[in-house]
């Protein structure tokens, strides 16, 4: 039978409260609220129920007032007995101002067997944690219950629940279910105890086994002291190493102070292990190792000469600084280690043309180590000057690194993609090289992990870049330039005639007498296979060509000897991939033959103008910068404003305008298109085509005059690549003209402008040239 009353509830936020419990409750307006309606109206019983964020609680305690009074700081309570559980119903209307339910007492059920037992086992658990606390009251009270239900809401009490698991024994009306959780809940508790306390008991014995190590230590010590035997012997006897070291005197006073330190810390304290990878780093380093400059001015150069082909400038740049070191040793002004005595250069070009495999050249011409120190995506100015001590896992930089690696403090090291280096939040690497690359500062160079001062002024550094605008412009100011603009084409068949053949012959196995290539196919190669500055892409593709060949002669018929000629070319290779085309895209009027530089050298640059009926305006596509965009304008101001002069129609000109410059997927920037685009709108007004054998470059101004522009050598080489046979430059780069080989210089024609309109008068042809090219 189901019992019903009505109470008013008392809501509290904590603690939990489970039948059998007595607690105090301290009272706020609705629980004073309450505490009166239950004295008034329901024989001093109130509904205790667990206050709940998201919802009204289920199930509560019908609890007894015992006791109201006062707390300890002033503030009104009661002190409450919980009863049997209730099920909240619906709300009723009651007397004062408390909120009334229904609430549905909940019958306890008879044990039976399994209750029973499950009731001993939670028993003597709770007994076994009570013993841990030594809690031997609790323990008889818990011993005298013999109620399963009564067993199981003692939980209340306990420390170790949650008021989650607490609410959920509050909602489970079964004895057996809630002394089945409680089981397992509690045994796990116990399990987590022992483990603390094993950890407790493992921590205790390390201390005590740390301790005694330490006084058995001491004990060593001072007995190996009354024998004479010194502190340590090995390679533990860092004193002696050090006093022993052939170590500059700073360097020394500096290590001796480390290996105080390292003394009086002892080998149990975490810095021991610091200092000691720090005095290794610093006993390793070549203090005072410099190897011997050759002096032979003749071999240098044949070293150099034998191991690349061409590169006059930085081979005389190397040969000059070997003929000043051998006249300053010769006169007594050299000094082991003294300032300036090194060198900084960086070498910059495009993609193959040998600037890394120059730097171990320059390295065997001056009889110097030679080691790599590869910056391409370093971001960390830590790789450069290394980490702080403090610093977990600390380590010098690369440079500290390079010196030990090379195992002399002169050796020539090569900064490979200097271009490349980034910087983020964790430093600038550039802005670190600053004072590496500074030979009037590298003398006193300092590792952030060495914190000693270490001489670089001797050292040869060599950088490579591709671009040298992405170098910031203060770590350039500090370097030579040495530009190496890539190769002529005579230039790559000497160099695949006397370089890469050879090389590759070597490691398909193959020999001279087995495998011809011709020089007619090496030239074949270089121009219509490739369109590279150097040589990369031109030795792949005789490294295909020799695998083929080696198939070839390990097949059934095989030849005696493979000869690869022009014809054959095909065969191995397939088609050409770069045949001339100038003719063809300058076939219709609009389209000039712009040069440009890429970081991959120079190229050829086709400029597209068109127009259609419309709203007068210009459109630019082809991935432009703001300053091509900007010079896309002032090309078609100029050609606006002097429309008489060239003899357009100014009528042809007010229509919409679009300009575009393949390919459209690379991005592209420069003041260098300006004539260029200027040739393109005046070819496109006057309805004549740009002749195909034409390339030009300049910047041009408002008025028509042509501007000097960057990289003039590295554009004709392109333009001999293209085919081109004229190229228009702007009359204040004639300097750069004597830094282009001859042959480029005898098979292009270079015409200097310094007007805009001069350039166009030759470049357009005119209306009887076209008039016979139509018939």
Request: charged residues 25%; aromatic residues 4%.
């Amino acid at each position: 039978m189901t019992t019903t009353e009505r109470l008013p509830v008392l809501f509290v936020a904590e603690p939990v409260v489970l039948p059998g419990m007595v607690v105090p409750i301290e009272l706020d307006e609705p629980a004073q609220a309450a505490i009166d309606a239950a004295r008034s109206s329901s024989d001093g019983r109130v509904l205790l129920a667990p206050r709940l964020e998201d919802r009204y609680a289920a199930f509560g305690v019908v609890a007894s007032i015992e006791q109201i009074g006062r707390l300890s700081g002033g503030a009104p309570a009661a002190v409450l007995k919980a009863g049997r559980r209730a099920r909240i119903g619906t709300g009723v209307t009651g007397p004062g101002a408390a909120l009334w339910v229904e609430a549905e007492l909940v019958e306890d059920h008879a044990p039976d067997g399994r209750t029973t037992e499950l009731s001993h086992e939670y028993k003597n658990l709770v007994v076994a944690v009570l013993q841990r606390r030594e809690a031997w009251q609790v323990i008889d009270s818990v011993n005298r219950l013999t109620d399963p239900s009564a067993i199981a809401d003692t939980a209340g009490y306990a420390p170790y629940l949650t008021d989650l698991q607490k609410r959920q024994l509050l909602e489970t009306p079964s004895a057996t279910e809630r002394l089945t959780v409680l089981i397992d809940w509690t045994k796990e508790h116990l399990a987590e105890v022992e483990v603390a306390d094993k950890i407790g008991d493992d921590v205790r014995e390390g201390l005590e086994k740390s301790q005694r190590e330490f006084l058995l230590r001491q004990q060593l010590a001072a007995i190996r002291k009354e024998l004479g035997e010194g502190e340590a012997d090995g390679a533990d006897d860092y004193r002696s190493r050090v006093e022993g070291a052939d170590l500059p005197d700073s360097v020394r006073e500096a290590a001796l102070r480390e290996v105080g330190r390292l003394e009086r810390a002892g080998d149990q304290s975490p810095e021991s292990g610091w200092i000691r990878t720090w005095l290794d780093t610093v006993l390793e380093l070549p203090w005072t190792v410099r190897t011997t400059d050759s002096t032979d001015v003749v071999a240098a150069r044949a070293v150099l000469d034998a191991d690349h082909h061409g590169l006059e400038e930085v081979k005389d740049r190397i040969v000059e600084y070997l003929a000043v070191r051998a006249r300053r040793a010769e006169r007594g002004l050299e000094v082991v280690g003294g300032r300036g005595s090194g060198a900084v250069m960086v070498l910059a070009g495009p993609p193959g043309v040998g600037k890394t495999s120059l730097g171990e050249s320059v390295a065997r011409a001056l009889g110097r180590k030679f080691v790599r120190v590869a910056l391409g995506g370093v971001r960390d100015e830590a790789e450069i000057r290394g980490h702080r001590r403090t610093y977990v896992g600390a380590l010098p930089g690369r440079i500290v690194r390079a010196i030990n690696e090379a195992g002399s403090m002169n050796p020539v090291v090569l900064l490979d993609e200097i271009d490349k280096v980034g910087s983020d939040y964790r430093g600038d690497p550039a802005a670190a090289l600053l004072e590496v690359l500074d030979p009037a500062q590298n003398h006193t160079f300092r590792d952030h992990y060495l914190d000693l001062d270490l001489d670089l002024s001797d050292v040869v550094f060599i950088g490579t870049a591709n671009v040298v605008e992405s170098i910031p412009a203060a770590l350039l100011d500090r370097m030579e330039l040495v530009t190496v603009d890539g190769y002529t084409a005579d230039d790559k068949v000497a160099i695949a005639r006397d370089f890469l053949v050879p090389r590759q012959l070597e490691r398909a196995a193959l020999t001279a007498d087995e495998v011809e290539v011709t020089e007619d196919a090496l030239r074949e190669l270089a121009a219509d296979y490739t369109r590279e500055a150097g040589v990369r892409q031109l030795e792949r593709l005789l490294a295909k060509a020799l695998r083929k060949a080696a198939t070839r002669l390990a097949g059934v018929a095989a030849p005696e000897r493979v000869v690869i000629g022009v014809d054959e070319l095909k065969d191995l290779l397939g088609r050409p991939r770069f045949t001339p085309e100038a003719h063809e895209r300058t076939s219709v009027p609009g389209v000039s033959t712009g040069l440009a530089v890429t970081g991959l050298g120079g190229d050829v640059l086709f400029i597209e103008a068109n127009a259609t009926d419309g709203k007068a305006g210009l459109t630019l596509t082809g991935q432009l910068g703001d300053v091509m965009k900007e010079s896309a304008q002032i090309a078609l101001s100029y050609v606006r404003a002097h429309a008489a002069e060239l003899g357009v129609d100014p009528a042809t000109l007010d229509r919409s305008i679009h300009i575009h410059v393949p390919a459209g997927a690379v991005p592209k920037d420069g003041p260098s298109a300006g004539v260029t685009m200027v040739t393109a709108l005046v070819s496109l007004a006057l309805g004549r085509p740009v002749r195909s054998d034409v390339g030009m470059t300049g910047e041009v101004t408002l008025n028509g005059r042509v501007l000097p522009i960057g990289g003039a050598k590295q554009k004709l080489l392109a333009a001999q690549r293209a085919g081109l046979s004229t190229v228009f430059l702007p009359a204040r780069n004639e300097p750069d003209l004597d830094d282009v080989p001859a042959d480029v210089l005898e098979s292009v024609e270079v015409r200097l402008v310094s007007d805009v309109a001069d350039l166009l008068r030759s470049a357009i042809t005119s209306a009887e040239e076209q008039s016979v090219q139509a018939a």
